[in-house]
């Protein structure tokens, strides 16, 4: 019960930190403290918000823009999700492959993405295919260090006592492995996805023409500072959303972590 008080003051905290925050904004902005062109009205973001939702910016609407943009995501995270965690698994179970893998994967993790993604746009064009190889390869690197990091400190008893019991190797794979590692797979996941949904939006701030980044770029360009906001405001409730997603996974099918 002391928990769930807690829990709940906790999120009335969070609750009130965002509504100081936007208390703040209206203030500045009604007192005209700031130029509008710097700081824009909540009512002007909010008017911008309805003509870009339903007249569209620059030949798509907001839901348009935002379903290209998670098109992308989707498909070079999910690419990731189904090569990175198998090889991390595979790299913490076997020195040989981590051997082979972890100095390649060691040396591009560090370069900003954005650094390579200009060969990418060489080898396979401007067009989504650059985007989502640059999204698969900037998913990738948490991904597999968590999923092997998950299975080095998987304690030893437990797969020396599944072994003792009789249970085949595949079984303890399966059985005893993967749902010891699956916590830290999927706070793997959170912090890919994250990850993944910045190098996102830059990548169609470099090059694109359809996107909620892209969005930012071109209303930067005509001073649509209105714009801007309600693309960085959709930004910010898309990673929350993604990331609950993930968490509400997490809770559907890893009710052990913790345990």
Known sequence: MRIFRHFRAVRWLGVISVTAVFAVWWIIAGLGVVPELFIPHPVSVWNAFIDVLTEGYRGSTLLGH??????????????AVVTAIPIGILMGMHRGIRSVVEPLLEFYRPLPPLAYYTLLIVWLGIGDESKVALLYLA????????????????????VETALSLGARRRDVVWRVMLPSCLPQIITGMR?????????????????????????????????????????????????????????????????????
């Open 139 to 158: 998913a990738f690197p948490p991904l597999a260090i968590n999923a092997m990091a998950a299975v080095e400190s998987l304690a030893p008893q437990r």
């Open 191 to 259: 912090i890919g996805i994250g990850f993944t949904y910045t190098t996102l939006v830059s990548s169609e701030i470099v090059a694109a023409a359809s996107g909620i980044g892209w969005m930012v770029l071109d209303a930067s360009r005509f001073l649509r500072t209105d714009v801007i906001f309600v693309a960085i405001i959709v930004m910010g409730l898309t990673g929350v959303s993604l990331d609950g997603i993930i968490r509400l996974l997490e809770a559907r099918f890893v009710p052990w972590k913790g345990h």
């Open 66 to 79: 935002l379903a290209a943009s998670m098109g992308r995501l989707g498909a070079g995270f999910l690419l």
